[in-house]
Nanobody
C-alpha cells in the first residue's frame, strides 16, 4: 500500500501564497499520474491540477495562471504552488497518485484564505 503524506496548508491572506507538498512511500513514484484535488464540506471533490508521468499538466479553469503543479521524482514528492490566493480557494486539499486501477490519497491539508 502506498502512503502519501501532505504538508504545507494553513491560513493565508487573500493575494498570498502557499506551497503544498505530498511525499509518496513508493519507489515507483515516477510511473504514477498525479493530481491535487480539493473539497468543501458537503461538496464533491474536484480536480485542481493534474500531472501525468510524462509531465503533461492540466488545471481547472479557476486556478490557471495562479497555481503550478510539479513533481520531483527523485524525492518522490508532488508539489502545488499556489499564488494570488482567493477566499474561494479555501478548502481541504488532497494529493492523489494513480497507476492502472490503483489509486492512493493523502490525508488532506486545510487551506484557508481569509483576511
Amino acid at each position: 500500500q502506498v502512503q502519501l503524506v501532505e504538508s504545507g496548508g494553513g491560513l493565508v491572506q487573500p493575494g498570498g501564497s502557499l506551497r503544498l507538498s505530498c511525499v509518496a512511500s513508493t519507489n515507483s513514484f515516477n510511473l504514477y499520474r498525479t493530481g491535487w484535488y480539493r473539497q468543501l464540506p458537503g461538496k464533491e471533490r474536484e480536480l485542481v491540477a493534474g500531472m501525468t508521468a510524462g509531465g503533461t499538466k492540466q488545471y481547472t479553469d479557476s486556478v490557471k495562471g495562479r497555481f503550478t503543479i510539479s513533481r520531483d521524482n527523485a524525492k518522490k514528492t508532488l508539489y502545488l504552488q499556489m499564488n494570488s490566493l482567493k477566499p474561494e480557494d479555501t478548502a481541504t486539499y488532497y494529493c492523489n497518485i494513480a497507476l492502472g486501477n490503483f489509486a492512493s490519497w493523502g490525508q488532506g491539508t486545510q487551506v484557508t484564505v481569509s483576511s
